[in-house]
Nanobody, 117 residues
């Protein structure tokens, strides 16, 4: 069973920054696409950013230029640096590990990010 553990959420003022971290202990991390998703109250879960095992990244239009996803294949960690935060970024943020052989998705428990003055 793959376990993902997120950390780093909290309350921040508009324009501020937060860095979320996600840890997993499984070797499949190195061959998996990692991602961050978020879910705001009353809304569906949405993609924030993904990063492949080779380091290719993809971002939602709403976060481009403000968020940066990265990974550490030695420590089996994935991060997302969130700058210039806006109130509409408020959500529970989930770490995702996606494998293709076989196709599977694993999720962390989520961490709350609140952007408010």
């Amino acid at each position: 069973q793959v376990q993902l553990v997120e950390s780093g959420g909290g309350l921040v003022q508009p324009g501020g920054s937060l860095r979320l971290s996600c840890a997993t202990s499984r070797n499949i991390f190195r061959i998996s696409r990692m991602g961050w998703y978020r879910q705001a109250p009353g809304k569906q879960r949405e993609l924030v950013a993904t990063i492949t095992s080779g380091g290719s990244t993809n971002y939602a239009d709403s976060v481009k230029g403000r968020f940066t996803i990265s990974r550490d294949n030695i420590r089996n960690m994935v991060y997302i640096q969130m700058d210039s935060l806006k109130p509409e970024d408020t959500a529970v943020y989930y770490c995702n590990l996606h494998t293709v052989v076989p196709i599977n998705d694993y999720w962390g428990q989520g961490t709350q990010v609140t952007v408010s003055s």
